[in-house]
């Protein structure tokens, strides 16, 4: 049977030669190896003595000829790639959640403050003009954190960063419990700020290293919507526990304190990034975690030969270049780098500028403290379906095309909330601030999705903390510009600047590349 380029049992094309001659008719009897087979001998011809050099060629043995066929060593995958390859399995949950408890209760913590400034406008009305630094302080504790903790994760690992900054502000947060004035709870939301600024970027970066590589986006997005988990919390506790008594947000800020004890469990029972390992030469530790997601998956682990090992373990180097902002800026990763970071100070203005100040905000407007909180629990439930139409879309659109479409979502129910602010229609006001949590929040998924993949592993945690942390100089002059834009032109024109914002965020977005279903850099 001939193998054509059709598959086996294909018909073989007639040749020329074939047409000229006739096929030479084989030996009877058993072919012994070395043996070729040829025509049968003719009588010698006494004109034409046989050539001694050709019979010497036909007598020799044959030597096998090369064909694409033959047998090679087949590439061994890195460890990334068998991560990358593997499906979504228990141990990936395990990670998700652990990564997205402390990220819900990150958002605990920021959503308990408007609550509580809402409530010190009136308990602490002859300081009510310093609240705003309040916000802004935790703000730029978070704009620090942000670009240190991420350089620290390149250095001391994802895993020690996440759990000590969850123990930092969550002490921070417990003690702010304690303040006895505007100026006391402004050094302390600082410290909260320097906590919750470098977590952030950790978790999604951590996350993003160990995530199936087809779904990567999605699994990332999921991470984010656990903030939505924590916001729903924060609206509870403002909603049931604030208005309670004039401490009521002392014991709101008690809550918010959980996160030191989670700490514990992070740095006891979460796995270390194996591409972090690998680049610190942990090479037995790296291959024991992808050994153990390669069991819970039901995959067998490559029999790798002792040279292959070596290699690979060579081919990372043992002392890497030290991870700094400039790198962010070397060849090919400028133009990423300055389009990331736009979108995160504009997504940040707008969201911590729009979403401090809501409670207040509708207080202002006239609505009891207690319906201004029922409205703000309702508005923020739409960010866990938002969340879910992000990780649906981030893996069919992209992440470019679902980061720029929620934006311009955002800027659409932003100016519309504004305009309901002003009116007083309940429904109005409601249902465009559920568009704005919607899709707002569904741009913060695809944006933590997208932040980690543009950068390569030495560079991911530098690259996406300070990413974070120029978004944090926005969320600090956010709240400070919403008082002079209220009284400038009223809600209004507070919420149209909010949208103006969000398109430019929008046209960013369009910048970076598009990177679904790549393998994460080395």
Do not use: C
């Amino acid at each position: 049977m001939i193998r054509s380029a059709r598959g086996y049992g294909a018909r073989a094309p007639v040749s020329v030669a074939a047409t000229m001659f006739t096929a030479p008719t084989l030996p009877s009897g058993p072919i012994r190896l070395g043996q070729v087979p040829g025509p049968a001998p003719h009588p010698p011809d006494p004109d034409h003595p046989p050539d001694p050099d050709d019979t010497q060629r036909r007598q020799a043995p044959m030597t096998p000829v090369p064909t694409s066929t033959s047998t090679s060593t087949p590439a061994v995958p890195t460890r990334s790639e068998r991560l990358d390859e593997l499906p979504f399995t228990s141990k990936h949950r395990r990670l998700l959640a652990g990564s997205g408890i402390g990220w819900a209760l990150d958002a605990l913590d920021v959503g308990l403050l408007s609550f509580v400034i809402a409530q010190l406008m009136t308990v602490w009305s002859d300081q009510a003009g310093q609240l705003a630094w309040v916000a802004s302080a935790g703000f730029a504790g978070m704009a620090i954190g942000a670009a240190v903790g991420g350089s620290l994760a390149d250095r001391l690992g994802r895993k020690t960063v996440f759990a000590l900054t969850l123990l930092l502000y969550g002490l921070a947060t417990g003690l702010s419990a304690l303040s006895w004035s505007v100026g006391v709870l402004l050094v302390l939301r600082f410290v909260v700020g320097l906590g919750l600024g470098s977590e952030l970027p950790v978790a999604s970066t951590l996350v993003s290293e160990f995530s199936p590589r087809r779904i990567r986006g999605r699994v990332v997005v999921l991470l984010e919507a656990f903030w939505a988990v924590g916001s729903i919390a924060a609206a509870l506790v403002g909603y049931l526990v604030i208005p309670t008594s004039d401490d009521g947000w002392r014991w709101a800020l008690l809550i918010g304190a959980a996160p030191a004890l989670y700490a514990v469990f992070v740095r006891l029972k979460m796995p270390e990034s194996v591409r972090f390992l690998e680049s610190r030469g942990r090479h037995d530790e790296a291959e024991r975690t992808v050994r153990g997601f390669e069991e819970a998956a039901g995959v067998l682990a490559p029999t790798v030969p002792a040279p292959t090992v070596a290699a690979e373990e060579a081919r990372v180097v043992e002392k890497p270049a030290r991870a700094s902002v400039g790198r962010l800026f070397g060849a090919g990763m400028a133009r990423r780098t300055v389009a990331i970071w736009v979108v995160w100070f504009m997504t940040n203005f707008s969201y911590y500028g729009a979403f401090v100040w809501l409670p207040s905000l509708l207080v202002a407007a006239g609505f009891p403290l207690v319906r201004s909180f029922e409205y703000v629990l309702i508005i923020t439930l739409a960010q866990l379906p938002g969340y879910a139409a992000s990780a649906w879309l981030i893996e069919k659109w992209g992440r470019r095309g679902t980061l720029a479409t929620f934006l311009l979502g955002s800027a659409v129910a932003a100016v519309f909330f504004g305009f309901g602010a002003v009116s007083g229609s309940v429904a109005q006001i409601l249902v465009a601030g559920m568009a704005l949590s919607f899709f707002n929040l569904g741009a913060w998924g695809a944006l933590y999705a997208v932040t980690p993949e543009l950068y390569p592993t030495p560079l991911r945690g530098t690259g996406a903390g300070w990413a974070a942390g120029v978004g944090r100089i926005a969320s600090i002059a956010a709240p400070l510009s919403v008082p002079p834009l209220i009284a400038l032109g009223g809600p209004p024109t507070l919420f149209v600047v909010f949208g103006a914002v969000f398109v430019v965020g929008a046209v960013a977005a369009t910048m970076l590349p598009e990177l679904r279903g790549t393998r994460l850099a080395e």
